[in-house]
């Protein structure tokens, strides 16, 4: 036949395409008002358009290939699918990997390690055959860590959920190897074990058992902040931070505007009316607060809004400008406690914010 695509090993995962389609265009036509969600093993180049999120299936629990899921997030982002995730702690755990005398605390270093990471992966879920995974199985130690960055994607919803709005508006990827955003940086170029998680964060996993420091290249023309200390570095030079098992290292970037919530048990428990959003100086910045109705495709039909936050780092002024759009439920009134970040002081200011444009200047 002459209408064919071209060789089989070009084109075998086109099975995938084709496949996403038939059950997203089947989903959308039985339940028009709900959002479709497929997890697919494989992809193709513009199965993004049929609500598709692709994992690595059922992988083994090694720090090797724990390094391997990382890179292969990395290219995936670059390829421009934007929504990935693996199994956290692996699918397969093979206890002859495990010294009989080491494995269940090897293994909870190893689980541990990939939670804190899975916390920055564009969708983060666990999943897999043996041993029991819950966070109270690994002993309170590993459940108090886990809690912790568990608590902190909840509290991330805001900014996560705007860049999903960048991605769906704007085709933004979520996930982002540095090169992305340092282009002119030439050192960030091989660099595989740092991403941005969004405009904002560099996370910096910890791929190696027993490891409690690692090194952290901070991209030029740029200032940065220790997410978890408010420490602030200078851009162009590689720094040494500590990592122990509590935690890996997660920078921020000056000029950066990140919205957080309140702690949550799942999505929706709580109404967004109470939001933090932290500016980090150092350069100017802006970012977009976006919200919709979070689960039907109305959005495709204008039905949300946005929120502008710009910092003017010259004359030190933040403005919320007037909220553009709406949705049904949407707030009319909430709080914004705006945390002003610099050389490790923090400046706090609370708002009430009712829609309308609001300048507040910090001398």
């Known amino acids: 036949m002459d209408n064919n695509l071209g060789s089989g090993a070009r084109y075998l995962n086109a099975f995938s395409l084709m496949q996403t389609k038939g059950i997203y265009e089947g989903q959308r036509a039985t339940h028009p008002d709900k959002w479709v969600a497929i997890l697919a093993r494989s992809a193709f180049a513009g199965q993004q358009a049929y609500g598709t999120v692709m994992w690595t299936g059922d992988i083994a629990g090694t720090w090797d290939v724990f390094r391997k899921q990382v890179k292969c997030g990395l290219n995936f982002a670059l390829s421009g699918l934007p929504y990935w995730t693996t199994d956290i702690g692996s699918f397969f755990i093979n206890t002859t990997n495990w010294p009989q005398e080491t494995r269940e605390e090897g293994y909870r270093e190893l689980y541990t390690r990939w939670f804190q990471w899975g916390t920055f992966c564009p969708v983060m879920r666990t999943h897999g055959c043996g ?85 952290v290249y901070l991209p030029e023309r740029s200032v940065w902040y220790d997410f978890r200390t408010n420490e602030k570095f200078s851009g162009g030079q590689t720094i040494h931070r500590e990592a122990p098992l509590t935690h890996i290292p997660i920078l921020v970037k000056g000029g950066s505007i990140l919205p957080m919530g309140e702690t949550m048990q799942y999505i929706g428990e709580k109404k967004p009316d109470q939001l933090t959003i932290t500016i980090y100086t150092g350069a100017s910045g802006h970012f977009n607060l976006y919200e919709d109705e979070g689960d039907s495709f109305n959005y495709e039909k204008g039905t949300f809004s946005n929120i502008p936050f710009i910092w003017e780092e010259e004359n030190r002024t933040l403005t919320i400008y007037a909220r553009s759009g709406s949705f049904p439920g949407m707030l009319k009134e909430r709080t914004f406690t705006i945390r002003l970040i610099e050389d490790q002081q923090v400046t706090t200011k609370t708002v009430t914010y009712t829609g309308e444009k609001i300048v507040l200047t910090y001398f």
């Open 131 to 215: 041993p029991r995974r819950e966070m109270w199985i690994m002993g309170d130690e590993s459940y108090q860590i886990q809690k912790a960055y568990n608590e902190l994607r909840y509290q991330l919803h805001p900014y996560i959920y705007s860049l999903a709005g960048m991605v769906t508006h704007q085709g933004y990827t979520v996930m982002r190897p540095l090169l992305m955003d340092f282009r002119t940086d030439t050192q960030v170029h091989p660099i595989y074990d740092q991403y941005m998680f969004g405009p904002a964060m560099m996370i910096c996993p910890v791929l190696e058992a027993g490891v409690r420091s690692r090194p």
